[in-house]
């Protein structure tokens, strides 16, 4: 197959493509459908279902291969506790619990609490989900998809979807995440073998 054939399109033929793709995976519709309907403010499936899936499209594997979890981002502000957060948790646990992936929820507001603790820097509050999808360690991680009141695929992008079809890992210096960078990289070269990757 050729993996690299949306390469170098239009930002309107990559985005088609890829609404495409994400249509065609039951599972990942079924999770963009659980959370449209909760009432987590600002809450996006991020990062690797999306971008693992589409290099599974692209190179002709199952769509949900190697596809550890189902990140959900969410932005509540007006509740930073971990009681909060632990709640959600537990109710993304039962709401998605049928799903053959596992899904991963965290409130982006209260980030900064913790971040320290896990990566050895602090870090400025994050502003929105948005901005935390921005924040990713490389650029090709950085897509978000949710649907919209109208039940349209709504993706957010904010490096374009260039580095995802041009199977190209390249880093986000939005902070020093060389580390975070070289071992993501590196799990993903040994399953996406078509994959590039520029060092930090």
């Known amino acids: 197959m050729d993996h690299l054939r949306f390469a170098g399109a239009s930002a309107e033929e990559q985005q088609a493509a890829l609404i495409a793709m ?4 039951d599972w990942l519709m079924a999770a963009l459908e659980g959370v449209s309907g ?3 403010p600002d809450a996006w499936i991020v990062a690797g279902a999306i ?18 979890d189902i990140d959900i981002f969410y932005f509540d502000a007006a509740d930073l506790s971990y009681e909060a ?11 998605f619990g049928h799903l053959p992936v596992p899904v991963e929820l965290r409130n982006q507001a209260r980030v900064h609490l913790w971040f ?14 948005r901005d935390a999808i921005s924040r990713f360690s490389s650029v090709a991680y950085a897509i978000g998809v949710r649907l919209n009141d109208e ?11 260039e580095d995802l079809f041009a199977f ?10 060389r580390d975070t960078h070289a071992a993501k990289a590196a799990r993903a070269k040994a399953v996406w073998p078509e994959l590039t990757v520029d060092p930090w």
């Open 51 to 68: 971008y693992n899936m589409a290099w599974n499209c692209l190179t002709g594997r199952p769509g949900a291969s190697a596809v550890k």
């Open 22 to 25: 994400i249509r065609s995976q």
């Open 38 to 40: 909760m009432d987590w």
């Open 116 to 129: 320290a603790r896990h990566f050895g820097f602090k870090i400025e509050p994050i502003r929105d989900s």
């Open 151 to 161: 039940g349209e695929l709504e993706i957010f992008a904010p490096f374009g979807l």
């Open 85 to 95: 957060e632990d709640r959600m948790i537990r109710r993304a646990a039962e709401r």
């Open 168 to 177: 190209r890992i390249r880093p986000n210096r939005y902070y020093d995440n």
